[in-house]
C-alpha cells in the first residue's frame, strides 16, 4: 500500500481554523452541564485514533476539565478528521451526565461536523454497560462562506 501523502500546510491551516470554529459552535450547543467529547477515526494506515474532551459549562462559562496535552490531542485529531488527507470516518460523541446520560453524535463529512442518524448511535449506545438516551444533535452551521 502506498504511503499517504502528508498534508498541506495551507489545508492544516484552513482545517486548524475550521477546528476553532466547530468548537465554538459545538460547545455552547451542548447546554449546561458536565460533557465528555470522544473523537474517532481511522488512520489511513489502518489505526484507529481516539481522544477524549471533558467539559463543563455553567451560565456564562466553559471549562475544559482535562490537561492541555489532552485538549491539545483532541484538538489536532479534529483538525486531521476535518483536513481529511490522514484520517478518515471521524465520529464526535458528546456524553453529558444526566441520568441516564444523554449522547448525541456527528460525523465528519465534507470538512465539517455533521449531526448522525439517531438509529445508529441508539445501535452503538446499546452495546455500553451504561444506558444512554439518544437524542438528535444539533445542527452545527459552518462559518461564514463556508459550503457543504
Known amino acids: 500500500m502506498?504511503?499517504?501523502?502528508?498534508?498541506?500546510?495551507?489545508a492544516t491551516a484552513?482545517?486548524?481554523?475550521?477546528?476553532?470554529h466547530a468548537l465554538n459552535a459545538l460547545?455552547?450547543?451542548?447546554?449546561?452541564?458536565?460533557?465528555e467529547l470522544n473523537i474517532t477515526a481511522d488512520h489511513t494506515n489502518g489505526a484507529e485514533l481516539t481522544a477524549d474532551l471533558t467539559v463543563s459549562a455553567e451560565p456564562g462559562s466553559l471549562r475544559v476539565t482535562d490537561s492541555?496535552?489532552?485538549?491539545?490531542?483532541?484538538?489536532?485529531l479534529l483538525t486531521f478528521a476535518l483536513e481529511h488527507s490522514t484520517v478518515h470516518d471521524?465520529?464526535?460523541?458528546?456524553t453529558t451526565a444526566d441520568d441516564p446520560p444523554r449522547?448525541?453524535?456527528?460525523?465528519?463529512?465534507?470538512?465539517w461536523l455533521h449531526p448522525m442518524d439517531t438509529a445508529v448511535?441508539?445501535?452503538?449506545?446499546?452495546?455500553?454497560?451504561?444506558?444512554?438516551?439518544?437524542h438528535?444533535?444539533?445542527?452545527?452551521?459552518r462559518p461564514l462562506g463556508e459550503h457543504s
Open 2 to 10: 502506498p504511503e499517504p501523502e502528508l498534508p498541506r500546510p495551507d
Open 14 to 20: 484552513y482545517a486548524m481554523g475550521r477546528a476553532l
Open 27 to 35: 460547545l455552547p450547543s451542548l447546554g449546561e452541564g458536565n460533557h
Open 68 to 76: 492541555d496535552k489532552e485538549y491539545a490531542k483532541f484538538f489536532v
Open 90 to 94: 471521524a465520529v464526535l460523541i458528546a
Open 103 to 111: 449522547a448525541c453524535g456527528w460525523e465528519v463529512r465534507a470538512g
Open 121 to 134: 448511535l441508539q445501535d452503538a449506545a446499546a452495546d455500553d454497560a451504561a444506558p444512554h438516551r439518544v
Open 136 to 141: 438528535a444533535a444539533p445542527v452545527l452551521h
